[in-house]
Nanobody, 117 residues
Framework: QEQFVESGGGLVQPGGSLSLSCAAS????????MAWYRQAPGLERELVAG???????YYTDSAKGRFTISRASDKRTTSLQMTSLKPEDTAVYYC???????????WGQGTQVTVSS
């Protein structure tokens, strides 16, 4: 069973930057493709960005041009560099396998990102 531990969240002013990190354990085969998700209050969890085992990346429209997903060479650390943050980016951010569903039991605690002046 894979496990994910997210870190790096915090309070930042609009226009600021944050870098999130995700430490993954478990089968490298199962965590070959990774993604960052977020859940804002009252809303469903949504995909933010994904990265394949080969390094191909995907971003939702809200993240495109502002966020950058990357992985360490050991494939167990996945990062999300966020710039030009907006209040609407406020959410709990999670990492998991790309394609994970809300019923998966591998979701971690997430890391809170709050964008406010």
């Amino acid at each position: 069973q894979e496990q994910f531990v997210e870190s790096g969240g915090g309070l930042v002013q609009p226009g600021g930057s944050l870098s999130l990190s995700c430490a993954a354990s478990g089968s490298l085969l199962r965590i070959a493709n990774m993604a960052w998700y977020r859940q804002a209050p009252g809303l469903e969890r949504e995909l933010v960005a994904g990265i394949s085992s080969g390094g191909s990346t995907y971003y939702t429209d809200s993240a495109k041009g502002r966020f950058t997903i990357s992985r360490a060479s050991d494939k167990r650390t996945t990062s999300l560099q966020m710039t030009s943050l907006k209040p609407e980016d406020t959410a709990v951010y999670y990492c998991n396998r790309w394609g994970a569903t809300n019923t998966d039991t591998s979701w971690g605690q997430g890391t809170q990102v709050t964008v406010s002046s």
